[in-house]
């Protein structure tokens, strides 16, 4: 995310990851489904190919794509209650306690509560959703998230018809995300929010893991948002509360740039941003001389999710 202020973000150095902590319940859950090394993800993941039948698949990508190497993924990162340079989140955010953690769900629901993370998961059958994920600062990569439908959670707790949006909210917790106590440059904590049937579209999952291991924490642990054909900042980590309301949720970045960061947020390469266009991307992990890809309206997912924008005009709601 680049700042509407005149202070730029430094540029990334990939560094080398140190080995981080895996959570047991989320690791028993994938061992069940045997997704526990992450070699295989160094490969071309093609959703035809038999070797991948055994895996569950949430999405299955109509043609083969090919997965960032899981380094760039895990060192490449937008976190900004530790750090805004994105090689400095993989080393901060390790200090932050993940395990325990309970998720409140609340607002317009038949069952609020506050539940333990492990206790939701058990309900919930985890799957690989391979997705595009494009960041509003023009930069791509694909990523094989572990993850569950986001539906298939809220469908647990019974929202009711007054529940038209859902927010999302991160850990507030200034002892280990520094920049909470330092830095006003987006309110704390981050909030974001969908529109319900956005919330309830099977292409968006919470994500517990990727490239068949736990999140890491720098990447969103325990829990995520994912929302293909949205800029990566719809994306909220470390989740702490989901809650059902009447009204559009403030984001933390509408708030802080309403002219530059929408709501909506889709991916579309004919509406730019005001100080840069969105038509191309640079896609993580391809050579210096690689060309830019072509950005898609809907990130490539028109086809699944146009139909939720088909009476709006997409520049004014951006
Ligand atoms: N969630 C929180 N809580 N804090 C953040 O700074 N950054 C967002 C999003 N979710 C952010 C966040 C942005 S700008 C992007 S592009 C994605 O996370 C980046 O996800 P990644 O770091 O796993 O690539």
Same mark, same amino acid.
């Given at each position: 995310?680049? !700042?509407?202020?005149?202070?730029?973000?430094?540029?990334?150095?990939?560094?080398?990851?140190?080995?981080?902590?895996?959570?047991?319940?989320? !690791?028993?859950?994938?061992?069940?489904?045997?997704?526990?090394?992450?070699?295989?993800?160094?490969?071309?993941?093609?959703?035809?190919?038999?070797?991948?039948?055994?895996?569950?698949?949430?999405?299955?990508?109509?043609?083969?794509?090919?997965?960032?190497?899981?380094?760039?993924?895990?060192?490449?990162?937008?976190?900004?209650?530790?750090?805004?340079?994105?090689?400095?989140?993989?080393?901060?955010?390790?200090?932050?306690?993940?395990?325990?953690?309970?998720?409140? !769900?609340?607002?317009?629901?038949?069952?609020?509560?506050?539940?333990?993370?492990?206790?939701?998961?058990?309900?919930?059958?985890?799957?690989?959703? !391979?997705?595009? &994920?494009?960041?509003?600062?023009?930069?791509?990569?694909?990523?094989?998230?572990?993850?569950?439908?986001?539906?298939?959670?809220?469908?647990?707790?019974?929202?009711?018809?007054?529940?038209?949006?859902?927010?999302?909210?991160?850990?507030?917790?200034?002892?280990?995300?520094?920049?909470?106590?330092?830095?006003?440059?987006?309110?704390?904590?981050?909030?974001?929010?969908?529109?319900?049937?956005?919330?309830?579209?099977?292409?968006?999952?919470?994500?517990?893991?990727?490239?068949?291991?736990?999140?890491?924490?720098?990447?969103?642990?325990?829990?995520?948002?994912?929302?293909?054909?949205?800029?990566?900042?719809?994306?909220?980590?470390?989740?702490?509360?989901?809650?059902?309301?009447?009204?559009?949720?403030?984001?933390?970045?509408?708030?802080?740039?309403?002219?530059?960061?929408? &709501?909506?947020?889709?991916?579309?390469?004919?509406?730019?941003?005001?100080?840069?266009?969105?038509?191309?991307?640079?896609?993580?992990?391809?050579?210096?001389?690689?060309?830019?890809?072509?950005?898609?309206? &809907?990130?490539?997912?028109?086809?699944?999710?146009?139909?939720?924008?088909?009476?709006?005009?997409?520049?004014?709601?951006?």
């Amino acid at each position: 995310m680049i !700042i509407k202020t005149h202070k730029s973000i430094p540029s990334s150095e990939i560094t080398e990851q140190s080995v981080f902590n895996q959570r047991r319940q989320i !690791i028993k859950a994938m061992l069940a489904m045997g997704l526990t090394g992450s070699g295989a993800y160094s490969r071309i993941v093609d959703a035809n190919d038999t070797k991948w039948q055994g895996i569950s698949k949430g999405y299955q990508p109509k043609a083969p794509l090919t997965a960032t190497p899981s380094d760039i993924v895990k060192n490449h990162t937008n976190y900004y209650e530790f750090s805004f340079n994105k090689s400095d989140s993989t080393s901060l955010a390790q200090v932050l306690p993940t395990d325990p953690w309970s998720v409140e !769900i609340t607002g317009e629901v038949e069952k609020p509560g506050v539940y333990h993370l492990e206790d939701l998961l058990s309900q919930q059958s985890l799957q690989e959703y !391979i997705y595009r &994920f494009r960041c509003v600062e023009a930069w791509s990569m694909v990523v094989p998230w572990v993850g569950f439908s986001l539906a298939n959670l809220l469908k647990t707790v019974k929202p009711l018809s007054s529940a038209r949006f859902v927010k999302f909210t991160t850990l507030f917790d200034p002892s280990h995300m520094p920049n909470q106590k330092d830095n006003n440059m987006l309110q704390w904590p981050y909030v974001e929010g969908l529109r319900i049937d956005e919330a309830m579209h099977p292409l968006t999952i919470l994500a517990t893991g990727m490239y068949g291991e736990a999140l890491p924490k720098q990447n969103g642990a325990p829990l995520r948002l994912v929302v293909p054909w949205k800029y990566g900042f719809k994306s909220i980590k470390a989740i702490v509360k989901i809650e059902l309301v009447k009204n559009p949720p403030l984001s933390s970045w509408s708030k802080s740039g309403p002219g530059e960061y929408g &709501f909506y947020a889709n991916v579309n390469p004919e509406v730019p941003h005001p100080r840069w266009s969105q038509s191309s991307e640079r896609v993580l992990g391809a050579g210096f001389f690689t060309p830019r890809r072509k950005t898609e309206l &809907f990130n490539g997912y028109a086809e699944e999710v146009a139909s939720l924008y088909s009476d709006m005009d997409l520049r004014h709601f951006f």
